[in-house]
């Protein structure tokens, strides 16, 4: 089990540009997170994934966002046309729903930091 | 819906000192509530849950009790160290009906000093 994996973990980038992300989660787990945390504050949820399917995004997730999770393993993260609002960490988690339909905690990934200037 | 509230920080303790970080929460169904640590530059790491009213989780001396009539999870530790120094978040999240999916408070930083 080598935990959750993001890159890069850093990115500089030019208001205007697009980005992507990666995040590899736990090999096993079923589900998938992004979340954005801006400074001084706590982890906010974008979006989510079962295997492949994105089921749930919250209305943080602009237009200009969109993810994938395209064979239910890894997943991207892109935005496009960059603003500097977009500044941030993103933050990658994943965890397993059983059979029971409960799902349990969360393991999150180093995160990417993004800076658009 | 569901929201967390901590206490303010920052929080500024000598070396060895009685560590407290308040932490309440809202929830409509019957939430997971865990705290987790993140240290300068790096991702999100749990510390402790507790799943259930009268829980108690603990991990590296910290402890935390899961009151369901307060609606409270106070994170402590009797003696911290300056290792411990961090930004603290207390979440909550419930397993049946929310996907999983973790609703955080702001953080609470701790920094110790020697």
């Known amino acids: 089990d080598t935990g959750v994996s993001q890159d890069p973990r850093h990115k500089i980038t030019k208001r205007g540009q697009n980005v992507t992300f990666r995040c590899d989660p736990i090999?096993?787990?079923?589900?998938l997170y992004w979340y954005r945390q801006t400074l001084g504050q706590g982890p906010e949820f974008l979006t989510y994934?079962?295997?492949?399917?994105?089921?749930?995004k919250s209305r943080l997730l602009s237009d200009r966002f969109s993810a994938e999770r395209p064979k239910g393993s890894f997943s991207t993260l892109e935005i496009q046309r960059t603003e500097q609002g977009d500044s941030a960490m993103y933050l990658c988690?994943?965890?397993?729903?059983?059979?029971?339909?409960?799902?349990?905690?969360?393991?999150f990934g180093p995160g990417t930091r993004l800076t658009v200037t | 819906g569901d929201s967390v509230t901590q206490m303010e920080g920052p929080v500024t303790l000598s070396e060895e000192a009685f560590l407290t970080i308040n932490c309440t929460y809202t929830?409509?169904?019957?939430?997971?509530l865990f705290w987790y640590v993140q240290y300068p530059g790096e991702g999100l790491q749990l510390l402790l849950k507790?799943?259930?009213?009268?829980d108690k989780g603990s991990n590296k001396g910290f402890e935390a009790t899961y009151r369901k009539e307060t609606t409270s999870f106070h994170l402590e530790k009797g003696s911290v160290q300056v290792s411990d120094s961090a930004v603290y978040f207390c979440?909550?999240?419930?397993?049946?009906?929310?996907?999983?999916?973790?609703?955080f408070g702001d953080g609470t930083t701790l920094t110790v000093k020697p």
């Open positions: 988690a994943s965890s397993l729903k059983q059979a029971s339909g409960i799902t349990y905690e969360q393991y």
């Open positions: 090999s096993e787990h079923n589900r």
């Open positions: 994934f079962q295997n492949e399917a994105q089921l749930e």
């Open positions: 929830a409509t169904g019957y939430p997971s």
């Open positions: 507790a799943t259930k009213a009268d």
């Open positions: 979440a909550l999240s419930d397993p049946l009906t929310n996907a999983g999916k973790s609703t």
